[in-house]
T-cell receptor, first 114, second 109 residues
């Protein structure tokens, strides 16, 4: 079981470039999440999805887009990268059954926008 | 908007000591509360999840409690070990989830 897999692990972007952070899970979880973590801070929710075809905004969605065409994949898109988007990005998934919401996290993508 | 606060921000204890980490939240309309451990440069590992209808959960040397009415949760670590050194984060909410900023724990051998 691979769990939650994020690619790439590291990336440097120039201002204005675009990229997609990939996230895939093999646990057949309904819920998937994208967070960002700035240095010395907790995580902030960017977007989440409760199932294929359904996405919703979290606390800090501006500058990002997501899609959920399959249960397994939940890519995060940055259209016009800005220095403020320099952060570590974490993807997570959870089964969300019977009120339980144990989340499983990927190893993260470290993004620098210069 | 839910606000989650963790106190203290950092804590150093000698090996073998029992300790308590605190997490407070402003909105009691939560599904559950989860405690995580994060090692430097790594992802998060779930330690304990307490459903909103529960008062506590235990796993080995860890015990987490939840008091929804007062907006508080505690993580109790018994007989701390150097391997417990990490940042501990709590997360709660309903569909939208919010993390605290964490407590960085150092256990001194």
């Amino acid at each position: 079981n691979a769990g939650v897999t994020q690619t790439p692990k590291f990336r440097i972007l120039k201002i204005g470039q675009s990229m997609t952070l990939q996230c895939t899970q093999d646990m057949n979880h309904n819920y998937m999440y994208w967070y960002r973590q700035d240095p010395g801070m907790g995580l902030k929710l960017i977007y989440y999805s409760v199932g294929a075809g359904i996405t919703d905004k979290g606390e800090v969605p501006n500058g990002y887009n997501v899609s959920r065409s399959t249960t397994e994949d939940f890519p995060l898109r940055l259209e016009l990268a800005a220095p403020s988007q320099t952060s570590v990005y974490f993807c997570a998934s959870s089964p969300r059954t019977s009120g339980k919401n144990i989340q499983y996290f990927g190893a993260g993508t470290r993004l620098s926008v210069l | 908007k839910q606000e989650v606060t963790q106190i203290p921000a950092a804590l150093s204890v000698p090996e073998g000591e029992n300790l308590v980490l605190n997490c407070s939240f402003t909105d009691s309309a939560i599904y559950n509360l989860q405690w995580f451990r994060q090692d430097p440069g790594k992802g998060l590992t779930s330690l304990l999840l307490i459903q909103s209808s529960q008062r506590e959960q235990t796993s080995g040397r860890l015990n987490a409690s939840l008091d929804k009415s007062s907006g508080r949760s505690t993580l109790y670590i018994a007989a701390s070990q150097p391997g417990d050194s990490a940042t501990y984060l709590c997360e709660t909410g309903a569909n939208n989830l919010f993390f605290g900023t964490g407590t960085r724990l150092t256990v001194i051998p």
